[in-house]
């Protein structure tokens, strides 16, 4: 329902194509998705510059459906994603990050576009307030899922799925799921040798560090955790009547934890 879900289904594509664009000079990558990165093609220079046009141009598109309604929700999106990107940033090659700050950059970096899409449907379809935030907080638990088996995969995947090399947060010095439980659960071997990792980045430990993950049951929590989000998705859709498209929807979530790619 509405006129302008085709345009704003665009909007959040441009927005998530302009963080992604930007996520690759930040990150230095040279793979996404098995594909050579356009920062490694044609130069970080290119790559900002080519993220800043379709940021801008996501705006007016938005502009487009004269809604300051949907304004409000597109901006605050894309604050609250710059502000995770930072606090990414900020955490790099902090090996004393918690659970609880992990979660949030996810939150901010991740879940708020997945929020800020599915809260648009709302709004387009003429929902009422609880129906909006119903919908709203399933794409929250919806992407936090996704990010979290993302996560899971940069050391349980295989490159030719994933479309980037194993242990590409570690090699950041990013501190995941998988590597802060290994940290508290693994022995005090194990947390030192991961603790090192994380702060001096590089993949010479990989191998030890896959080890110290499996054997404290690392990918198996991070697992939980992200089927945890998927059934919290699911029950947030409880609030919606039985259609095809709540179906879908339930769909979705479980896709985003049965993945491998």
Do not use: W
């Amino acid at each position: 329902r509405g006129r302008h879900h085709h345009e704003l289904a665009a909007v959040v594509e441009f927005i998530h194509t302009a963080t992604l664009l930007h996520d690759d000079v930040v990150d230095e990558s040279a793979l996404r998705r098995g594909r050579p990165t356009a920062n490694s093609l044609f130069g970080n220079a290119a790559s900002v510059l080519v993220g800043d046009f379709v940021y801008s141009r996501a705006f007016q598109m938005m502009v487009g459906v004269d809604s300051m309604r949907v304004l409000q929700v597109l901006a605050d999106a894309t604050n609250v994603i710059a502000e995770g990107e930072v606090l990414q940033l900020m955490n790099c090659h902090n090996a004393g990050i918690d659970e609880e700050n992990y979660l949030q950059v996810i939150r901010y970096k991740t879940a708020k576009l997945f929020e800020a899409a599915t809260r648009l449907g709302a709004i387009l379809g003429g929902a009422g307030g609880a129906a909006e935030e119903a919908i709203a907080m399933y794409g929250v638990h919806l992407g936090t899922a996704f990010q979290l088996i993302d996560d899971v995969l940069d050391y349980s995947g295989d490159r030719q799925s994933i479309g980037k090399n194993l242990g590409d947060d570690l090699a950041e010095g990013k501190a995941t799921l998988p590597l802060i439980h290994a940290m508290k659960r693994g022995t005090r071997e194990q947390a030192v040798l991961i603790r090192g990792a994380i702060e001096h980045g590089g993949l010479e430990e990989l191998g030890a560090v896959l080890d110290a993950i499996r054997g404290s049951g690392a990918l198996d929590y991070a697992r939980a955790q992200a089927l945890a989000e998927s059934r919290a998705a699911c029950e947030a859709l409880a609030a919606l009547p039985a259609s095809p498209y709540r179906d879908h929807l339930l769909q979705l979530a479980d896709f985003a934890v049965t993945r491998t790619y």
